[in-house]
T-cell receptor, first 113, second 115 residues
Framework: GNSVTQMEGPVTLSEEAFLTINCTYTATGYPSLFWYVQYPGEGLQLLLKATKADDKGSNKGFEATYRKETTSFHLEKGSVQVSDSAVYFCALVYSGGYQKVTFGIGTKLQVIP | DVKVTQSSRYLVKRTGEKVFLECVQDMDHENMFWYRQDPGLGLRLIYFSYDVKMKEKGDIPEGYSVSREKKERFSLILESASTNQTSMYLC??????????????FGPGTRLTVT
């Protein structure tokens, strides 16, 4: 079956540090890949996505590249801010069908001033 | 803006009570989903619905049922609440056009405590 693997954290960084959150997946075929973010007390919201190999998704300074050869979709940001403190979920979904999503466990990021 | 609303942010119920969690979306989405979120386990799919009156079991349906009588509304029912159902419950919705992958839109969540 499909699965998504990411570290749970917490990841603690100082403001302006470089962020990488690793995400690898196991799936048959060619899924679309997503990063969702959950700020404290809120539901999840889409951060970025990529629908095919070598696509790069980007939003709010975050980037992730769909690497089919390494089955990875690592999230990066060059300079984190305190406001980026949240839980980040990697996810995959197949087009068509019922759009069921497979989520990773979520990585908690804490950015300190 | 897409909006997914959930009937309560916080709910406290007693063991054995019947509990209803309501979710409403305003974007005419075909798909609706119920998840529970627990520390160390991430999001787990309880049930989903791809059309009115249609439902499919997710990964952890035991102890839950659902109802979708109108396209915009998807209810999660705990027939007899138990303490192990204390959790954060998240509702989500999405389009369902074949051949494309759509993001899911989430509600703010309901934190349910069963005592």
């Amino acid at each position: 079956g499909n699965s998504v693997t990411q570290m749970e954290g917490p990841v603690t960084l100082s403001e302006e540090a470089f962020l990488t959150i690793n995400c690898t997946y196991t799936a048959t075929g060619y899924p679309s890949l997503f990063w969702y973010v959950q700020y404290p007390g809120e539901g999840l919201q889409l951060l970025l996505k990529a629908t095919k190999a070598d696509d790069k998704g980007s939003n709010k300074g975050f980037e992730a590249t769909y690497r089919k050869e390494t089955t990875s979709f690592h999230l990066e940001k060059g300079s984190v801010q305190v406001s980026d403190s949240a839980v980040y979920f990697c996810a995959l979904v197949y087009s068509g069908g019922y759009q069921k999503v497979t989520f990773g466990i979520g990585t908690k990021l804490q950015v300190i001033p | 803006d897409v909006k997914v609303t959930q009937s309560s942010r916080y709910l406290v119920k007693r063991t054995g009570e019947k509990v209803f969690l309501e979710c409403v979306q305003d974007m005419d989405h075909e798909n609706m989903f119920w998840y529970r979120q627990d520390p160390g386990l991430g999001l787990r799919l309880i049930y989903f619905s791809y059309d009115v009156k249609m439902k499919e079991k997710g990964d952890i349906p035991e102890g839950y049922s659902v109802s979708r009588e109108k396209k915009e509304r998807f209810s999660l029912i705990l027939e007899s609440a138990s303490t192990n159902q204390t959790s954060m419950y998240l509702c989500a919705s999405s389009f369902a056009l074949a051949g494309l992958s759509y993001e899911q839109y989430f509600g703010p969540g309901t934190r349910l405590t069963v005592t």
